[in-house]
């Protein structure tokens, strides 16, 4: 496996954006919604970063099932969503890849009436949007390999990885 991003660089990231983060939401009714289960690592420290009040939820949304290192049908589940009527909704993702998570998500959540929705993720990937848009907050731009570590996996594993690496087709 090759190591693309190194765990210090996460971190001082993460850090960056929560300040930023922190800035933007100063005295606003914060719910930050994580997208299951890769945003796990990166949602967890995400949050610490963020130094104003916020709500927690999550999503379950999934593209990618088994050993598949593309895309399928997204199955999207709102089950464990808080009320965020009314309230300023940032989305924590992963990965940027096609876009397609993303982009169904916000225009899930816009029936919930939030007063308004952003989106983060961790990783943009170069090369495979399939939409318009692009998440409003990124950490780091990769490039199109399969990645793997803090959160993002292969078949359920390598989540625990401190860092993000790419793996070898002979990995796959």
Do not use: W
């Amino acid at each position: 496996m090759r190591r693309l991003i190194e765990h210090d660089a996460i971190e001082q990231r993460v850090s960056e954006l929560g300040a930023e983060l922190s800035e933007i939401y100063r005295g606003k009714d914060l719910t930050v919604v994580g997208v299951l289960t890769g945003c796990m690592l990166f949602m967890a420290d995400l949050v610490r970063a963020i130094d104003v009040p916020h709500r927690i939820g999550v999503v379950h949304a999934s593209s990618y099932r088994g050993r598949s290192t593309r895309p399928g049908e997204l199955a999207l589940d709102t089950q464990l969503l808080p009320d965020i009527r009314g309230r300023d909704v940032l989305i924590v993702d992963d990965i940027f890849d096609t876009g397609n998570t993303l982009s169904h998500l916000v225009e899930a959540l816009q029936s919930a009436g939030p007063n308004s929705i952003r989106t983060a993720a961790l990783l943009l990937k170069e090369g495979r949007a399939e939409v318009e848009m692009r998440p409003d907050f990124s950490g780091f731009t990769i490039p199109d390999v399969f990645v793997v570590g803090y959160g993002l996996d292969y078949n359920d594993d390598y989540r625990h990885l401190p860092f993000i690496g790419a793996l070898d087709e002979s990995e796959l």
